[in-house]
């Protein structure tokens, strides 16, 4: 089930910069927790950075330093501003929250965004 519209990704140089943004449907509210995934052909898809509805992040070791995550709850919209990338950054990107509902926690995807770092 896709309910969360992703934009930003693109064809960038290494050491260039890009910013992602997810946004959910107004009707979407109480969220808790909200992700960036990103999945490279023939690979696992892993968690990329995530931040709580505290706005306490974490970030895989592979990006710290270099891509920051940031949350808007007014505008229902997560943001990775992504520096300095390196081929290896080549991925779908995937936005991903957790909303509280009456009936407990329910999870929603985003479509993925191409993100490619080449030359």
């Known amino acids: 089930q896709v309910q969360l519209v992703e934009s930003g990704g693109g064809l960038v140089q290494p050491g260039g910069s890009l910013r992602l943004s997810c946004t959910a449907p107004r009707s979407i509210s109480s969220i808790i927790t909200m992700g960036w995934y990103r999945q490279a052909p023939r690979s696992q898809r892993e968690l990329v950075a995530d931040?709580?509805?505290?706005?306490?992040?974490n970030y895989a070791d592979s990006v710290k330093g270099r891509f920051t995550i940031s949350r808007d709850n007014a505008e229902n919209t997560v943001y990775l501003q992504m520096s300095d990338l390196k081929p290896e950054d080549t991925a779908v990107y995937y936005c991903?929250?957790?909303?509280?509902?009456?009936?407990?926690?329910?999870?929603?995807w985003g479509q993925g965004t191409q993100v490619t770092v080449s030359s």
């Open positions: 991903r929250t957790i909303v509280r509902i009456p009936q407990g926690l329910k999870f929603y």
């Open positions: 931040i709580t509805s505290s706005s306490i992040t």
